[in-house]
Each structure stands twice: as C-alpha cells, then as structure tokens.
C-alpha cells in the first residue's frame, strides 16, 4: 500500500476550487465550486457525472497537471500548491499512471516506445526500459504488437498499451478519464478486468466517467454535478468479486515482484500471446522529500531524442526536404560564393603580384632640405642587397633611343637592366631566352624584345640571331618577351628593347654614372613597408643622413588591395549572412509548424513526466538534427556545383575553413532559430497541450 501512516490520505482535497477565463476579457467560468475529497492508498474510486460536470477538470487537478484556483490540495499529506513544475513533473511520473479516452499515443513511436516513454523521462537504462515494457505489453496480451504503430491497432489494443505505459513507472494511482468512452462493450469489459486486477494489486485507481454501469463496477462511487460533490458511497456491489472478469485469463505462472511497482506474473505461456495477471504487491511509499531525486534522462538518452527526431523528419519526408532547401541553399551557397570570393581574390593578388605588389622604385633627387641629387652607388646597391627583407635589387637604366633593323627605323624606350628583370616583373620569355649574369659582365651585346617591337622590326620573320642597332652597336637577338598588355598605363611594356645592365652602360649610355632607377623587390607583400623602411634607414645612414633620394610609394598598391580585400570579404559575409538568416526562418517555421502540430504530443510527454526542460531538449534536438542534416546535404550540393563550375572555368577556390565555417554556422542557426520554438513548447501547460490537436 501506499504511504506509512494509513490515517494519513493518499489524496486530500479540500475546498478546491476551479476558474477558467476572467482574463483578456473572457469571461470567467466556475468550474469546480469547493471539492472536498480524500482517498485512501488502494481505492476503487469512480468519479460520475454528466458531461460538463467537471470531472476532467477534476482529474487533471488530481493529477498535478493543472493546478487549482483556490483551495488546498494535500498528497500525502504535503500541500501540492508549493511545488514547482519540475517537482510536478517529478510527482506526475512517480506517482500518477494516465488513461485517457482518446488513448493519448505518440503515434510516430511504436507501442513498444510508447510504454516506455515514462521511464526515460524517470532516467531507467535502456535495457531495463526495454525490458519491463516488453513484459507489461506481454502480460496484457501484446506481445505481437509490440513494434506496431498505434494506427496499427484496435481501439481496445490502444487503450492496453496506454494502460501499460501508465505502468510503467509504477503507476501507483491509475487516473482513468473515460477510458471505455471509444471502446466496444467487449474491450471496455476487457479494459474494466484489467483496472480490477490492478485495484485487486493495490493500485489506487480513480476512474472517470458518465457512464453509471461503468461507475457501477468500482469500490466507491463518488457523484459531481456542475462542480460540486453530491453523493460520495460504498458501493454495494463490489468488494465481493473474488475473481476479476479476465476473458482468457491463464494461470498466474510464475510471479515476479517488483521494486518499483506493480507485481507481474509471468506465465510459461506469456510469451505466446497467453496473460499473466498482476498480483498483489508492496507499492513503496512516494516520499515528497525525494522530489527531482530521480536522474531524469541522461547524455545515453540523447539518441533516444535523436530517434524520434529522425523518424519525425522521415514522416515528414517532402515538407522536411522544402525546409532543408533552404538550409541547403544557405549553405550551399555560402560554400560557392565564398569559393568564388577566394577566386577572385587570389586572381587580384596574382595580378597585383605581377603589377608588383612586392616591388619599389628608388632614386635619386634633391633633398626636400635643398641641395644636389645624391648619387646611388654599385657600392649603395651592394648594400641593399644585403638587407634581410629584400630579395632583389634591379638596377635601371632606361631611354627612348633610335634603334635600327635593315630599313625599319624606330625611337624605342632601350631598357637596360640586369639579367633579374623577367623575375622582378614576373614576366615570361615566350621565345629564345633571356640573357645571364655571366653575358652581362662579360658586357656581351645581346637584346631581348618586347612582342611589339619584334612586330614592328621582324614582322613575321624569325627575329632569333638577327641583329638590331641600338644607337651605333650591334646587338644579337637572343629572345622575345611575352605578351603583357598595358597593365601599368604610363609605359607600353611591348614596346621596348631589353640589353644587360653593364652592356647598356659600357656600349649605349656611356655618359650614365649611375642607375636611372632602382627596382627593389621585397621578400613578400607584407614586408613591403618593413623593406621600405629598412631601405630609407640604410640609405640615409650610407648619405650622410641626407635623403637624397625617393623610394616610390609602394602603399597605394597596398592599400588599394587591402581595400579589395576587404570589400570583397564585406560583401561576401553579407552574402553569407543573408542565406543563413533565410535558412534559419525557415528552421523556425517548421519548429514552430512541427509544435503546433504536435502540441498534444507534447501534453502527453508531459503528462508522463516530462520536464520542461526534458521537451525544450527534444525540440532543441530536433532543430539542430535538421539543420545538421541540411548543412551535410549543402555541403555535398555546394562541393558538386564547385566542381561545375571549376569544369566550367569558373576561377573558384573550395576552402576547407569556409565549408566548415558554414557548416558550423547552419548548426548554430538551427540552435538559435529552434530555440524559440522549443522553448515555446517548453512553456505550454500540460492540460492545454493535451487539448490541443
Ligand atoms: P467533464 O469532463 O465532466 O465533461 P470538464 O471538466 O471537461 O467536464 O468541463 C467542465 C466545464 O468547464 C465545461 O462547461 C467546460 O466547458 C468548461 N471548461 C473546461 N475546460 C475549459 C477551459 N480551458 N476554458 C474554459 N472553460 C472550460
Ligand atoms: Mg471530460
């Protein structure tokens, strides 16, 4: 039996009243007016009345799942109206088993799961759970039905299973709203043996119902009518029925007493189909100071959550893919157009690379402070070759000049520099070669020529081994430059002839004491203003600190790609933004759908225990499956359109940081855009939730 001290109720209420309405301009509705009532651990109680007497209000008060307007409810004799919803959540599945007319199944979950929902919400390892599902199921006849859907069964296989469930945690009191309400006579006869055994086992089993013949069967019968007890008796009839109206009922079997509640017996024959019967057994005592004591579902149970999350979103197959579209796209998306923002990205970086991105120029000239140009020496050069941040030191000396082939007579740009100019300037020879260090000091007479002035002088012809007059000296074509176009505005690169540095100084610019300009390469773009200043130091060191010299402005090519950059990169997070905020509304839609329409669900769930933390975690679950699912699926869609694209010539550039960038964004969307909506779910109030669709 329940509770230590029989004197003590079970249940004791006490002028409870019931109102609905009075706020928001409803109008406010007396529904329960002063109950007085108490039952004793091991009753047969029925609750009768017309429809609209009150009864379920009644019974959802009893059974913590609404609380009442005025009045005291005692459990044990603990004053109910302290607890918190956690505590009544605790209450609801340690206490109290649910039946209800409308059988109240989960029915994405199998008989099966539906039993043993309860007992996740309590924390029973997998197993266990499994276990005693499978042997309450048995013993009330379905073991053939265990993996069957609830649409899958009969009204009255519905209302077993539900009976089953309200087992499952112990079941202690058994609150029954007309649970013979949708049943034929035949599985509602059934149904009324099954709560004579379990009355006869020592469960308290409060029944509810219009049905005076229904009433008639229990121990106590307790009238309401509009809100108000009117008879309350001993029941004639009962307490004299030796045996229970089992149809079919086998030999007890062997018996098996459990800690946690109902005694099940077993029979040999269980197993094929045949039913045990519940004996009589020592309920243990529902202690109010073991509140939340109870480990409530763990970290294993998180699959568990998972489970019914997948199956949801396979029920749902064509609405969770339009959802996940979006998702998709978002990703998707992000994933491309990222791609393609690095493409293009790294092209600009290769074009400034070839504008020279890493290249300064320096000379000489008047200090600002007044005076004469300084002079840049082999020896200065020398020394700048030196510095760790530079790589390469081209020296220039450059003029337009009359250059001659047979009869074709030019003014050309000559451009004199050592054999590091294809290098500095990135710049490829497109036939025959260019000329070496050991050719420039032996001062060998060699020219290399832009592709225009090859055109210009050769036309068609081979230009290689020919020879071209630059000034007075003959010079032997060994090479052409490619194509460069005219990148760099001011200076028709094409048009030009290139001879070795001391070549030019020794046979074209005689008169030239030093270098026209000095092309400076820097190790890598970021040095580029560390070089710079490197190079202004040593100079100015080496002059005397007179700065008789300027180093041409290398941080407008900086920052104008800085700016690129980051336009690009704004740009592109918006982008980003943009498709992960439409995904994530439309994970928010579909939460907010999924709740709507699972909101009796969501009551059941609560009714059997669930705390509201326990529901916003299964939603939470539920989002974030989906939106992980998305991510997954645009991320396979944005690498195959990549791959296209990359087909197609596309210059795009798949990042590995930028996929998982996405991919950890879809996730944190769907936590953030299903968090609402779980904790909507969370917040409904178990009674609402039950009525709801
Ligand atoms: P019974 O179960 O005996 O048929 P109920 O307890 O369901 O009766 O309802 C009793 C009365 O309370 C009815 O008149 C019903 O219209 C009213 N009622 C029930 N629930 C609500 C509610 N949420 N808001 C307003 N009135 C309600
Ligand atoms: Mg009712």
Redesign the pocket.
Known sequence: MVGVDAAVPLIELRGIRKQ??GRDG?PA?D?LHGIDLRIHAGEFVAIV???????????HILGCLDRASAGVYRFNGRDVSQLDSDALAWLRRKAFGFVFQGYHLIATESARENVEMPAIYAGMAANARAERAGRLLARLGMSGRMDNRPQQLSGGQQQRVSIARALMNGGHIILA?EPTGALDSRSGAEVMALFHELAGAGHTVIL?T?DRQVAGQARRIIE?HD?RIVADRRNARDGSRAEPPVPAAADAGVCEGEGAGVGICVGAEADAGERGRFTESELPAIDLDEVGRDPGPGWADLHEALRSAWRGMRINRSRTLLTLLGIIIGVASVIIMLGIGEGARQRVIAQLGTMGTTIMYMGSRPPPTGGPAGQITEDDLSALRGLPDIRRVLPVIGDPLTVRHGNVNRGIYVFSASEEMPSVHQWDVAQGRFYTDAEDRDLAPLVVLGSKARSHFFGSEDPLGKQLLIGSAPFEVIGVMAERGADSGAQDYDDMVFIPYRTGRARVYQVQTQPDYVVLEARSSDRVLAAEEAVRQLLLARHGGREDFGIGNAAARLQAEADTRRSMTTMLGLIAAVSLLVGGIGVMNVMLMTIKERTREIGIRMATGARNRDVLRQFLTEALLLTVTGGVLGLAGGVAVAAVLILAGVPLVLSVKAMLGAFACAAATGMVFGFMPARTAARLDP??AL?GE
């Open positions: 609905y309405g409803a509705v529904v009345g017309q429809s609209g007497s009150g009864k379920s209000t009644l019974m709203d509810i219009h309401i809100g009674v609402v009525a």
